[in-house]
């Protein structure tokens, strides 16, 4: 497995947000829509990050309870300030931090771009399901990387790959094979996950000019 590297900097939440953001919060809404769970549910959010998904769950899904967990202060802080409900509480905490958490205690865990950077990822996966109720629901989603999914930041490494042939082994596309729609469900299956089933969510990606493409890999 593939543990997180230097390459993966989770602390300034507000470049983040302009990096990724912009297809974080559409690709959220759409999950949950697939995802049709009742309103009133108890939900634990693994990576929240900057609350991206966080916020769409209170939008969309009139949950009881949420709550959110992140390793990153500094995203942790912004996603406090961002997503103000009485609902939801942030806490900071890697994946490794469900093992401490009760058993049968929520209805529905999630989490949204992260489960690519967990170290173990099949015990992540395991932990979700144990504290999710009988019959709850556990469910993720990453980017298609060996398929090419983030197809503005694909531009990028294809053309710094050409430049300097030795940063290939730093393109996701092979840091993150499994990320395909057969890994993911051979990674829920090896957690034990019942029933596993995979779908696309895509998103558009409009750039009003280079500024706007360029700026956020700076
Ligand atoms: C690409 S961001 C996704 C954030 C947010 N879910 C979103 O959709 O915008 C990945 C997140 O995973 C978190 N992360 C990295 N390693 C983690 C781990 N071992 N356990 C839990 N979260 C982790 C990072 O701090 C970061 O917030």
Redesign the pocket.
Known sequence: MVA?TRH?A?QAGESYDAY??RW?RPI?SRFLNWLEVPEGLDWLE?????G??TEAIVRHCAPAGVTA????EG?ISLARARVADPRVRFRIG???SLARMSAASRDVAVG???LN???DRVAALADMMRIVRRDGVVAFYVWDYPGGGIEFMRTFRTAAVELDPEVRDLTQNSRFPFCTPEGLIALAREAGLRFPECMAIEAPSVFSDFEDYWLPFT
């Open positions: 997180s993966d989770w990724m953001g974080s959220a693994v990576g929240c990050g900057t991206a998904l967990i992140d390793p990153s995203f890697d994946a490794a949204g771009l992260v950077f967990i170290p």
